[in-house]
């Protein structure tokens, strides 16, 4: 057996005699005794120690261990629960067996009784951490693919999250809309030690000023009117795991303090109420604004951009990851290709205009378009007819106009590497060998250009000036 304890037991029961023969009985299967002598002690000790097995007495001074038991199941309902149980209490043993105990051990202990009620209970144990644990790897692999990319931004974000999940700091996410902030998120929650626990989202702008406060920290009844209940808010709710604070950004000032002091306190109290709660929570935030330059006029305060900025990750636009939107089509026409049809097929002309336009609504707008052409389109091709006026180069503002107009309709049967050789060529001639025109009429980086002119160059082509 390992020489560390590989379990924390939970021993509730009002008899130090009984507490200490269990806790040395623990001994022998590679657990700690964690002792309570109470309800309230035992609940203090299961919400600041992680615990694996709870045995429990029957009558305890403040309460009983049924209830004891069903408060625990609430919170934690994987952890087996043993019962200690006196004479003439069999039927409530097996009522507690209905109603979610693990097992129960009469009195008085046996410890042939204990050891076996206990080996079950490890084996019960031991298999929901590892379903769990293998539940928090297909959950990440999952939540990875959804942040579709090869490009070095997407693989340099990835990285990131993957070194930043572990650690628990707190994450500010920027970028435009429809890049992705929230997969961020979904990915960082989902690698962290965190999954399988709560991830609480919260879109700063979706909701009214005056249920702000509300909705981030609860209320108490009657704290104002229409108030009629109690109701626990997203800090409360994701205690134990991720709160998303989408839009940051958007906050109003007078709640960037009581959400600054929170952070600060791990602590807070509901809206009308005077109990101080405490939580547990990883913070993620994200934003489509400028947060230092808000900081600077006044709009936002600079302790809580500094709390909230441990770690940053910037998502690039569409637009400057231009290399990424073949794999996103294929994403998305898998996502919304319905069961027993085949995969419609975007042709390369249509795919040269797609990756060409410069996507002000970023995935987001992508996203949407796959899904109304697997809608809207009748055969197996998508062709560049089928695509709106502003990217097939039939309305203005086109990324693709001047390509479109350069090949003259001659696309069919060439590679799209081909394809957007010829486009970036033609485009330079056009351009009059202006490469930082050229870039901006082909909708790329003046970097991005130069590093395909030197591989055209090395392919022998030639390059017009």
């Known amino acids: 057996m390992p020489d560390t304890p590989q379990w924390t037991v939970l021993v509730v029961d009002d008899h130090e005699s009984t507490r200490e023969t269990i806790a040395e009985t623990m001994r022998g299967y590679d657990a700690v005794a964690e ?8 609940l203090a000790i299961f919400s600041e120690t992680p615990i694996d097995i709870v045995i429990t007495d029957l009558r305890l001074p403040d309460g009983d261990g049924l209830g004891l038991m069903e408060e625990i199941l609430r919170r934690a309902p994987q952890v087996p629960v043993i019962l200690i149980t006196g004479h003439g209490s069999e039927d409530i043993a097996v009522d507690a067996i209905r109603r979610g105990a693990h097992d129960y051990i009469p009195k008085p202990i046996g410890l042939n009784r204990l050891r076996a009620v206990m080996e079950g209970a490890v084996r019960t144990r031991k298999l929901h951490l590892e379903n769990l644990a293998l539940h928090k790897q297909i959950d990440a692999r999952r939540a990875f693919s959804r942040i579709v990319g090869n490009s070095p931004a997407i693989t340099a974000i990835k990285d990131i999250i993957r070194q930043v999940a572990p650690t628990g700091a707190t994450v500010l996410v920027t970028g435009e809309n429809g890049t992705g902030k929230e997969l961020v998120a979904d990915a960082i929650h989902a690698s962290s030690d965190r999954a399988g626990r709560p991830l609480i989202k919260i879109g700063v702008p979706a909701l009214p000023r005056d249920l702000l406060e509300s909705e981030l920290f609860g209320h108490e009844k009657g704290a104002f009117t229409g108030a009629l209940q109690s109701r626990k808010g997203r800090f409360e709710l994701a205690h134990g795991g991720t709160l998303f604070l989408d839009e940051i950004g958007d906050m109003p000032v007078e709640l960037q303090t009581k959400l600054l002091r929170a952070l600060e306190m791990r602590s807070f109290e509901r809206v009308g109420g005077t109990e101080t709660i405490a939580v547990d929570i990883r913070l993620v935030c994200a934003t ?55 995969r419609r097929h975007v042709n390369d002309e249509a795919m040269l205009a797609m990756t060409a336009y410069d996507w002000p609504g970023n995935v987001r707008e992508l996203r949407n378009l796959v899904e109304r052409l697997n809608i809207t389109v009748a055969g197996d091709s998508i062709e560049l007819k089928h695509l709106p006026a502003q990217m097939s180069g039939a309305g203005p503002a086109s990324a693709a106009g001047p390509v479109g107009a350069a090949f003259d309709g001659q696309l069919a049967g060439r590679s799209l590497d081909e394809i957007e050789r010829a486009a970036v060529l033609s485009t330079i001639k056009a351009q009059g060998g202006n490469k930082t025109q050229s870039a901006k009429v082909l909708g790329i980086g003046l970097k991005t250009l130069y590093r395909k002119l030197d591989a055209y160059r090395e392919q022998g082509f030639e390059i017009p000036e």
């Not at 002792?35 to 035992?42: D, E, G, L, P």
């Not at 305060?301 to 709390?307: T, V």
């Open 35 to 42: 002792k309570a002598s109470s309800v309230q002690q035992a």
């Open 288 to 342: 489509n604004r400028d947060l230092e330059a808000m900081v600077k006029a006044g709009t936002f305060r600079e302790d809580l951009y500094y709390r909230i900025n441990v770690l940053r990750i910037d998502l690039p636009p569409l637009r400057e990851r231009r290399d990424d939107i073949p794999l996103l089509v294929d994403h998305f026409m898998d996502e919304f290709t319905p069961a027993g049809r085949d």
